[in-house]
Every structure is written in structure tokens, then in C-alpha cells.
């Protein structure tokens, strides 16, 4: 059939068209095909073992989500790695090829990705040295959540209301950031009121422990701690503070301890005062009859 050895001579001279030259080597379409190919291939190959075996095998030793994270994030990295170098191989490229990414990069740079760059060595920096880990309660921006994933260029965060917060890397190198869960887990919790003057202050301190010990999400050690913080205008300002063991659940467990004082409050008898303003007049007061009073 001379057509169709018309259509392939015309594919093989398609593939075969230099379409630019690499450090001296001609690149066709076909070698840019191939090496299309060979990157995928370890993509998914490192896709398969980082997430697939490694992930199983690490989670049988009980290893944080954090460090599981970071031995999978540093495979695909590597797999990465080695199938650019094989890429470069089939395009006529060898080890020498690299300085000639790296030149790339150097021209990128000059051209304006320095913010890019500087994201990616950030990136490179937080699962090496591990400020954060995947799992950790972060505050960054004035934006609060849980580190769903570490990537090349930014870090995603789920906010409480399950709202993904994308953030650059370089954010949490060069700025502060709060990591609610780096190290030690365990946060103290302040709770404030206030109660009347007319109180009976042992009793105060004694319904604010036990509020404190029988809530099940405090800590016994440390030892909850209350404290009669200031005197206000109109009420002793009592200050009870705890420690929880998961930083993630302080909201609820201090609306739940607000609720447990205003209740064990109420059984007792113990006040708690509005604010109160006492209003002074300099003149004399016209009633409404036109009397002075």
C-alpha cells in the first residue's frame, strides 16, 4: 500500500526533524517524546512506591504522619531525579548535562523566578529540617490550620472551616510562624471570669478546680492552676488555666469549661457581675412635671 508507506516515511521524517540543538546534540521530536516517556514512567513508578509501598511499610513501624511525609516527599525526589539524568540520556545528553540545567535555571532566574527558587530550596529546607510537619496545627498569616501536604513550591493548609489555604514556602522560613503542635503537643488554655465582690473567695477557688478536674480532655500533670488575676471595677478577675494534650481541640474545650463555670456558678450560688457605671449629674434634675428634684 504506497499510502500508507507514504504516511509512515512522513511520521519517521516528522520524528526525525531537528528541531533545535542541546550542548551540541540535535533534539527531534522524537527524542523529546522519548524523553517525555522515560520522565513519566518514573513519576508514576515513584508515585506507586513513595504512596504505595513505602507509605504501607512505614505506617507498620508506627511512624508519625510527619515523618512518613517527609521519607515519601524525599523518594519522589529522587526517582525524579534519576529519571531526568535517564531522560537526558535518550535525548543525547550526558552527566554533563547538567550544568547545562543548571545554566537554565541561572537564565530563569535572571528573567524573574527568583521567587520560584527561592519557594522550592524553602521547600527543600522544611522536610529536611522539619519545622512543620504534615499533621501539625500552624497559624501562619493569620491563618490557622493543619498542614495537608508539603510540595516543591507551597504548603497547603485546611483552616477549621475546611477551607485550603495555599501558602508560598518561603513564608514559613523568612516569617514567624506558630506551630501549635512542634515538639510537645501539650498547650496551656486560659480561661477568664469575673465574680462578685461579695463573694465567698475559697469557694470561688475550690468551684474553679473542680471544673478544671472534671472536665476529661484536661491534663492532670500539669496541675491546673487558678489565680485571682486583678481586682476589677465591679468583680475579682479569676483566671483558670489548663493543659490540653491536642492543641486542635482548644475552642471547643474552652467553650465547654465556660459553660461547666457558669453552671457549677449557678448550683453554688457564686455571682458573676455585669459591668456597672455609676452616672453623676452637676446640675439639678427636671422631671418631666418641671420640678427640680
Known sequence: MPELSQIFAWLQTLLSYQLFALNHTPVTLASLLMFAFVLGSFYLVSKFVSHRLLGRFLRRFNIDQGTRFTFQRIT??????????V????????LSGLAVIFGLLSVGIGFGLQNVTSNFIAGLILLFERPIQVGDRVTVADKEGDVESINIRSTTIRTPDNIFVIVPNSEFVANAVINWSHMDPKIRISVEVGVSYNSDLDLVLETLMEVAEEHPDVLKKPAPEVLLNSFGDSAWNMVLRVWIADPKKYPVIVSELHCAIVRKFRQVGIEIPFPQRDINFRGPLITTSGAES
Do not use: P
Open 87 to 94: 531522560a537526558f540520556q535518550f535525548v543525547g545528553i550526558d
Open 76 to 85: 519522589h525526589y529522587l526517582f525524579m531525579i534519576v529519571g531526568a539524568l
